[in-house]
């Protein structure tokens, strides 16, 4: 079956210590997003990659990082200058930037700071 | 600045009758919108979208209105069921944007057995 996979579904951080969120997809497309969802907040951008070794700043970046290497993956650093981590964090991906397509998501991962 | 809003963020329904969510945007260059469903510590799920070119959309029991003049569109579910109760947001995208797109608050939508 065809999907993405976001990996741990719950992750917690020690202050001052950098963590990474795993997002792989098999649906063969293009561009992949990060967004952070706060409660009674929509969805806010990270970063996005339209292809491989590319990506964009979306609105809210500082603090974080990603990386793309590999079509199918794209990880998400969250660091110790994220100053206020705690969220829920959604991947998505969709064919590409020149499509009126559908982003696809993942089922998110937890992040909270112990 | 938000440019995508859901102003209402809860709505209950009766089951069997139309549930009605609606959205307003700002940007008068999206030219793409879509509704997402998102039940709790899941991923949200695809439903319908339409483009600028339409003014409306139908999928069995959704419908999405576009009205471009007054920047709003709405989704409309009928009839209603339990199984609908979740949480409903609305997003748009523009070409010249990358395909980005912009995501409202979310309305809450309980069904009522």
Not at chain 1, 12 to 38: I, P
Not at chain 1, 40 to 47: A, D, F, K, S, V
Not at chain 2, 88 to 104: E, I, L
Request: with cysteine; hydrophobic share 30%; charged share 20%.
């Amino acid at each position: 079956d065809g999907g993405i996979t976001q990996s741990p579904k719950y992750l917690f951080r020690k202050e001052g210590q950098n963590v990474t969120l795993s997002c792989e997809q098999n649906l063969n497309h293009d561009a992949m997003y990060w967004y952070r969802q706060d409660p009674g907040q929509g969805l806010r951008l990270i970063y996005y990659s339209q292809i491989v070794n590319d990506f964009q700043k979306g609105d809210i970046a500082e603090g974080y990082s990603v990386s793309r290497e590999k079509k199918e993956s794209f990880p998400l650093t969250v660091t110790s200058a994220q100053k206020n981590p705690t969220a829920f964090y959604l991947c998505a991906s969709s064919r590409g930037k020149d499509s009126n397509q559908p982003q696809h998501f993942g089922d998110g991962t937890r992040l909270s700071i112990l | 600045d938000q440019q995508v809003k859901q102003n209402s963020p809860s709505l209950s329904v009766q089951e069997g009758r139309i549930s009605i969510l609606n959205c307003d945007y700002t940007n008068s260059m999206f030219d793409y919108f879509l509704w997402y469903k998102k039940y709790p510590a899941e991923g949200p799920t695809f439903l319908i979208s339409i483009s600028s070119i339409k003014d409306k959309n139908e999928d069995g029991r959704f419908t999405v209105f576009l009205n471009k003049s007054a920047k709003h569109l709405s989704l409309h579910i009928v009839p209603s069921q339990p199984g609908d109760s979740a949480v409903y947001f609305c997003a748009a995208s523009a070409r010249n944007t990358g395909n980005q797109f912009y995501f409202g608050t979310g309305t809450s939508l309980t069904v009522i057995p």
